[in-house]
């Protein structure tokens, strides 16, 4: 790896540090150089501006994100093992992401118009890949909803409220609130657990 590229990351990994903790209207370039112990002008350098850094934060959580997605989504699986696998996957990575997760959720007013299409992008892209799980449910008889679209913005939307209020110090692990909700997908808060 070239020391341009490291020298990168690790901007991308000391920003995300700060942002998340500080949020992105608190922490300033001269906060980030002095973490890197490096001249601020190396990060308009790389970067063009602080918006510049948000995006490159924003383009590292979304490809690791929907990248591994998409693996997930291209195992040989039963339908209903597949879609498990990937609302866990997504869980386990919402985790593994948390920090990147919690400046998009303060700060996301902060993102550029491009910032925003790069949002946009990687919400789309998800969305595509829940449709997908969903259509080959629907296929092998296990789904009877009239919207796949609609249900898959259902599903979304409980998985985000996870991100919101999920705490590792709390009642249970991660692995059980990922099945708690796989449940609670599955089968609503009525519907049959067969």
């Known amino acids: 790896m070239s020391e341009n590229l490291k020298g990168k990351d690790k901007l991308v990994k000391v920003a995300i540090e700060l942002f998340s903790t500080r949020g992105f209207k608190g922490t300033s370039i001269r906060d980030i150089a002095q973490a890197m112990d490096m001249s601020i002008s190396n990060i308009y350098h790389y970067f063009g501006n602080k918006e510049g850094l948000l995006l490159a934060v924003l383009e590292h959580a979304s490809r690791g ?54 949002n946009n992008q990687v919400q789309k892209d998800i969305l595509k890949i829940y449709c997908k799980e969903l259509a080959a449910l629907k296929t092998a008889g296990l789904l009877n909803r009239k919207s796949i679209t609609i249900t898959a913005f259902n599903i979304l939307g409980t998985i985000n409220w996870y991100l919101r209020w999920y705490r590792p110090e709390g009642q249970l692990s991660r692995e059980e609130i990922a099945e708690e909700i796989v449940s609670f997908i599955l089968h609503g808060v009525l519907g049959s657990q067969e």
Do not use: C, N, W
């Open 65 to 118: 994100l929907t990248d591994r997605l998409g693996q997930v989504a291209d195992m040989d699986l039963a339908p209903l093992d597949h879609f498990k696998k990937l609302v866990g996957t997504h869980i386990e990575l919402s985790d593994y992401y948390k920090k990147e997760v919690k400046i998009f959720f303060l700060d996301e007013e902060h993102l550029s118009k491009q910032g925003e299409e790069i």
